[in-house]
């Protein structure tokens, strides 16, 4: 296509809206045209770097004529509030996982984005890993026959990495139902090409003083009979990147560091120290934001352990791709190694696709509202002890 770059502007500058900096300046079909950010150092840090426009509000970023499409990355609850804005002003739209806390929420910025002819995609980054494309792939050709089972299991340091107080709090988005869980539903669901009907679920809260759900245990049941079971600690005791061969969720190398996040957490002091941390160490131009090192050896990002089970064989990754396991033995299909940019990438080329085609976009707003209810629904199961049901129809839960 020989049509101009697109020029996305950034809405929020903390560890995701970082990242995707990177990503923007290595696109070849989008440019980084501008930011917005509230947060004072953050954002002259990044005015510091590039040559173009930082607001302190998002406003004066999709009022600006210079800007084509945001990429939102601000904290949960103002998902639908901001995606409206955009929409409402002509911008296309990638926003973060989750999409928005409900629903209706989600359905709000579809309809927004569809009234004023923009594009949108839900930026659920790990769907986009080669390895994961490459297995809906396999999948699709029926290689191996069909897909009846997704198994995933991931344990972290994510609770106690610094947090601002809505990271732990579940009406606001906090907690690994809302910010990892997506994740794995994500997969699955892309993978499975398929609607999730049923869910069963377990959580724990085991920390009163991060008092949001740590752990997940969940069962989902997909209308074309695929199931697929999904576990998430986030409590920093094992670390499931040990069965990953140390390579880290970027692809990137990673030493061993069990316990090390809860003793750096006991050293801040306070909350509002722990705050501070997350936006200024974590955000634009922080010191521990997980940059690859020049000439790093690379892995393939991933998101914890993965299985797929088909009716002739199982695929799972590897440092180098995907390995497949059928009656003949074990076979590997190598990919490219990371370039540290985890999926950010696909995710703005799936704009740039969507932009050009006028086509809704493979995780559009339709898609990550369905990513939405099976999340929603994980937690209602667990709160109340039973099996839930999702409707089709409205992605109502019963």
């Known amino acids: 296509m020989n049509a101009a770059p697109l020029r996305v502007g950034i809405v929020g500058l903390g560890l995701a809206g970082a990242g995707m ?23 002259q840090r990044f005015s510091d770097d ?23 990355a601000t904290p949960h609850q103002f998902h639908k509030d901001h995606a409206v804005l955009a929409a409402n002003n002509g911008k296309h739209i990638i926003v973060e996982k989750p999409m928005a806390l409900t629903v209706a929420d989600c359905e709000q910025m579809i309809e927004a984005a ?17 390895i994961v494309e490459t297995m809906a792939s396999i999948i699709a050709s029926e290689r191996l026959g069909r897909l009846s089972m997704i198994t995933m299991m991931n344990y972290t340091n994510f609770l106690y990495r610094p ?37 069963r679920a377990h959580t724990t809260a085991h920390d009163n003083a991060r008092p949001t759900e740590g752990s997940c245990t969940a069962l989902l049941g997909f209308e074309n009979g695929v199931a697929a079971s999904l576990v998430y600690s986030g409590y920093d005791y094992f670390d499931s990147d040990e069965l990953c061969d140390w390579v880290a969720e970027n692809g990137q190398p990673k030493v061993a560091g069990h316990g090390d996040a809860r003793r750096a957490l006991s050293e801040l002091g306070g909350s509002d120290e722990e705050s501070q941390t997350r936006s200024t160490s974590y955000g634009y131009g922080g010191n521990r934001r997980r940059v690859p090192a020049e000439g790093a050896q690379t892995g393939q990002p991933h998101f914890g352990v993965l299985v797929v089970s088909c009716e002739k064989g199982d695929m799972r990754p590897y440092r180098d791709g995907v390995l497949l396991y059928d009656a003949s033995g074990v076979s590997e299909i190598p990919l490219a190694p990371s370039d540290g940019t985890f999926g950010r990438n696909e995710v703005l080329s ?49």
């Open 350 to 398: 799936e704009l740039w696709t969507a932009v050009q085609t006028k086509k809704p976009a493979a995780r559009d707003g339709h898609f990550g509202k369905d990513t939405v209810a099976a999340c929603l629904a994980i937690q209602a199961s667990a709160n109340e002890n039973r099996e839930i049901q999702i409707a089709q129809e409205s992605k109502s839960i019963s």
């Open 50 to 72: 590039f040559d173009c426009p930082v607001f302190a509000d998002i406003k004066d970023l999709v009022a600006s004529d210079d800007i084509d499409a945001i990429y939102l």
């Open 21 to 43: 900096v990177r990503a923007l300046v290595s696109h070849p079909n989008c440019v980084l045209a501008g930011a917005a950010e509230p947060h004072d150092l953050l954002r």
């Open 114 to 130: 569809e009234q004023n002819g923009v594009a949108l995609v839900v930026g659920h980054t790990h769907a986009f890993d080669p």
């Open 163 to 199: 947090r601002r107080p809505e990271e732990l709090d579940s009406a606001r988005g906090g907690g690994i139902l809302f910010n990892q869980v997506p994740h794995q539903v994500d997969i699955a669901r892309f993978l499975a090409c398929s609607s999730v009907t049923t869910v």
